[in-house]
């Protein structure tokens, strides 16, 4: 009797357990503790074999966070190619005369997210390499892609001084942010710091002390509330200690160190000035183009979730939308809203989208809109292979690089993952135990701790991992 009954309490429930379809089992996930207060959207396409298999609260509308990088990328790909480049350049008019350049230098900007301290250094070496020492007239600076507008619609003001969110430039040095290194050195000493880039742009204040408890807590941080470039170093030094913190506005940022820099090569440039009117190509000699590979960006903007690098493919694709007239972020967004019309089918009128990389709050999407999107990448192998290649790989890298560790969905998920306050979001594709193809999105919204939205994702992700 004994034996019957732990058959009956024990052994049938886990052979009902084992019962259970992939669907139940996801259906199972949505009776969470935190979905009760919360909302999500989920669906699940096969793309082997074209058949739509789960879909919950899929047409509604949710704040996507960073999942909208995938519209950006995908309308990118397919309006720009794969082979498109970002491009500074350097050009001048007028003559070179023994050392002297009796004319303007220009410096046109083409909103390369990815310019780095040693990409500047590169362009200092060009100009010194065509035997210019002397600047007779004006070193120009070319910000006319874009109009003055600086932020996206909808992102928070107090946002200002993390490096997620630079001022949007067409110059751009070192992602409009500065890089600033701490480190311990003698106890109750002001502790070292190291700037990258250098530059008189801004000046540093260390007021912090190496292992002393009294000195409080460290902080590193820029009294942005009124643009004021002073980076203020506070507080204790126990270990080193990196912060990145943007620079007020980007383009005179970069504008006076590539000065400061050419001047330290002894290149005398006498007096510079923006220009919001195209540099005109009929009457200067080209110089030097620094090419940015629309890949190198695209891996940056999926992998890493870099916003800038997002928003800077919006203002590309609005460059192309309008044939080269000064851009705002709506020529962008209107872009989007001709390719989801025209190649995906979809009303732009029935969504919101404000911005390229999902930190608008301005921003509201369906899951079932994003599937489209990873759909139509999937069937054009020539979008597919460059955006499969960039994203996330659980376990792996990127911001997926310490989720589903040690189970089934272990490089098996390429995602772009997604988070804001009260938003958390996972869309991509997913290699399930029969060989297909899967395709997934989900929304996770209204979630006051992400990490309860982020391990629910990763189940469902497992659980399409084994799907048969």
């Known amino acids: 009797m004994k034996n019957v009954l732990f058959f009956i309490l024990c052994v049938l429930p886990m052979f009902g357990m084992n019962a259970q379809t992939w669907e139940q089992r996801i259906d199972t996930l949505l009776h969470e503790e935190f979905l009760k207060t919360s909302e999500v959207g989920i669906t699940v396409f096969d793309l082997t074999t074209g058949e739509s298999l789960y879909r919950h609260q899929s047409e509604k509308l949710y704040r996507p966070a960073s999942v909208e990088k995938l519209v950006t990328s995908v309308t990118a790909l397919a309006r720009l190619g794969s082979d498109y480049t970002l491009d500074t350049r350097l050009c001048y008019s007028g003559k070179i005369e023994n050392d002297t350049l009796k004319g303007n230098l220009y410096l046109v900007g083409g909103f390369d997210p990815e310019l780095m301290d040693e990409d500047l250094d590169s362009l200092v070496r060009m100009v010194a390499a065509s035997g210019i020492r002397c600047i007779a007239d004006t070193l120009v600076a070319d910000i006319s892609m874009t109009d003055s507008v600086y932020w996206g619609p909808g992102w928070s003001w107090d946002d200002s001084p993390n490096s997620f969110q630079p001022y949007l430039s067409p110059l751009m040095l070192q992602r409009g942010c500065v890089e600033v290194k701490v480190s311990p050195v003698v106890k109750d000493s002001l502790p070292a710091v190291e700037c990258v880039p250098a530059s008189s742009y801004y000046r540093v204040e260390n007021r912090a002390k190496a292992h002393s408890p ?3 807590k460290l902080a590193i941080t820029r009294d942005w509330m009124f643009h004021n470039n002073r980076i203020l170093i506070s507080g204790n030094v126990t270990r080193a200690t990196t912060k990145k913190l943007s620079i007020y506005p980007s383009q005179d940022f970069f504008v006076h160190t590539f000065v400061e820099r050419l001047n330290r090569e002894g290149i005398a440039t006498g007096e510079w000035t923006f220009s919001s009117t195209p540099t005109p190509n009929d009457s200067i000699t080209e110089l030097f183009t620094l090419h940015r590979p629309l890949g190198e960006v695209l891996e940056e903007a999926l992998k890493e979730s ?31 809203k001709d390719f989801m019309k025209k190649e995906l089918g979809f009303d732009p009128a029935d969504y919101r989208i404000a911005d390229g990389s999902g930190v608008s709050l301005y921003n509201y999407l369906s899951p079932e809109l994003l599937l489209e999107y990873l759909k139509y990448a999937y069937y054009h192998r020539d979008i597919f292979i460059p955006l499969y290649d960039s994203l996330p790989i659980a376990g792996i890298d990127g911001t997926l690089q310490n989720r589903m560790k040690r189970t089934t969905a272990h490089r098996n998920v390429r995602a772009k993952t997604g988070s804001v306050t009260g938003v958390s979001s996972l869309a991509g594709y997913v290699k399930a135990a029969n060989g297909h193809q899967l395709a997934f999105v989900i929304i996770n919204q209204n979630v006051l701790k992400l990490k309860k939205a982020r391990d629910f994702q990763d189940k469902v992700c497992v659980i399409l991992s084994q799907y048969k």
């Open 214 to 216: 009294s000195a409080g």
């Open 306 to 336: 870099d916003n800038l690098c997002a928003e800077s493919l919006l203002f590309h694709l609005a460059a192309q939308h309008t044939e080269g007239r000064r851009v705002s972020v709506e020529d962008g967004t209107d872009a989007v």
